[in-house]
């Protein structure tokens, strides 16, 4: 008995399925630009001199 014919989510890849899902790259994008941002800041933050005071 011959195999049914593969569906479209077997024979796609798993990178195509996952570009292809838009709320993924939204929630992807968000939360890699509020690490980069923070890291950035709390770096900034850290290596900052002493203020001299009056």
Do not use: H, K, S
Not at 6 to 29: K, S, W
Request: hydrophobic share 50%; proline share 13%.
């Amino acid at each position: 008995m011959p195999e049914p014919p593969a569906t479209d989510e077997e024979t796609r890849p798993l990178g195509q399925r996952l570009f292809d899902n838009v709320f993924l790259l939204l929630i992807v994008g968000i939360v890699v630009m509020a690490v980069i941002y923070t890291g950035w800041g709390l770096f900034e933050v850290t290596t900052l001199p002493p203020a001299t005071l009056p």
